[in-house]
């Protein structure tokens, strides 16, 4: 899988957000890749109803629906359309215990739940939580030039082995600086099932071309 994170670019904000998303859609249909997204949460509502793609939130709360000022419920991204859930990227750290929770009311209202994770140890300690997916990010290339898989390939196919030894149905991502299709190409060979990129498409001045590259990377 190719998921993309929106983070809060203002160039994947807005009516932009959408627009990616149905370009995304289309090089998906095209080369029969599964490429999903991840918008800022204002925009995933518009989003999620418009695409037939794959749409994770980047985060949850913990809550059940009822008096929680500012929570976004898995209840309520279930009921517009959204997929997955985004946890503990490392520009949105949560504590253990929250972490472990938002897994559980993800897990209750199906929605699949992915967790970041800044290193192998981290990764280890995710696993036993068991999330559908695990991305391996170490923070220090997050929005650079240099790709994981040129500055670190060792933490993809350690990190990969390790999560497997723990639990063979997670599926590990990994990204960071990933902005070509040889990068991709690296994280597969190396035991990735995809990678989850941010800043090499929302700042393309084309995105398609850049997402028909990534996408064709993927095995
Ligand atoms: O969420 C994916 C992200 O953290 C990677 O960002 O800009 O290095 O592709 P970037």
Redesign the pocket.
């Known amino acids: 899988m190719l998921l993309i ?1 929106f ?1 809060a670019y203002a160039q994947s904000s807005g009516e932009k957000a959408l627009e990616i998303a149905k370009t995304c859609e289309k090089v998906s249909k095209k080369l029969k890749k599964n490429i999903g997204i ?1 918008p800022n949460c204002l925009d995933i509502v518009n989003v999620s109803g418009k695409t037939k793609i794959p749409v994770f939130s980047q985060g949850v709360s913990v809550f059940e629906p009822g008096a929680h000022t500012g929570s976004t419920t898995a209840f309520s991204l279930k009921r517009v359309g959204v997929k997955g859930v985004v946890l503990n ?3 949105n750290k949560i504590e253990k215990a929250i972490l472990k929770k938002a897994i559980e009311i993800s897990k209750q209202y199906k929605l699949k739940v992915l967790v970041c994770a800044k290193d192998i140890k981290e990764a280890a300690y995710i696993a036993k939580l068991s999330p559908d997916y695990i ?1 391996i ?1 170490p923070p220090e ?4 030039k240099i790709s994981v898989s040129t500055a670190k390939p060792e933490i993809i196919s350690k990190g990969v082995k390790k999560i497997k030894s723990i639990n063979r149905q997670i599926k590990v991502l990994v ?4 902005h070509n299709k040889e990068d991709v190409r690296k994280a597969i060979s190396l035991g990735a099932s995809g990678v ?5 498409v929302c700042k393309a001045k084309n995105k398609r071309k850049i997402i028909e590259e990534l996408a064709g990377g993927l095995k």
Do not use: C, D, P, Q
């Not at 290339?141 to 650079?144: A, E, K, P, S």
């Not at 990204?175 to 990933?178: D, K, N, T, Y």
């Open positions: 994170n983070k991840v990227h490392a520009e991305a990010e290339l997050i929005g650079g990204g960071a600086g990933v989850f990129v941010a800043s090499s």
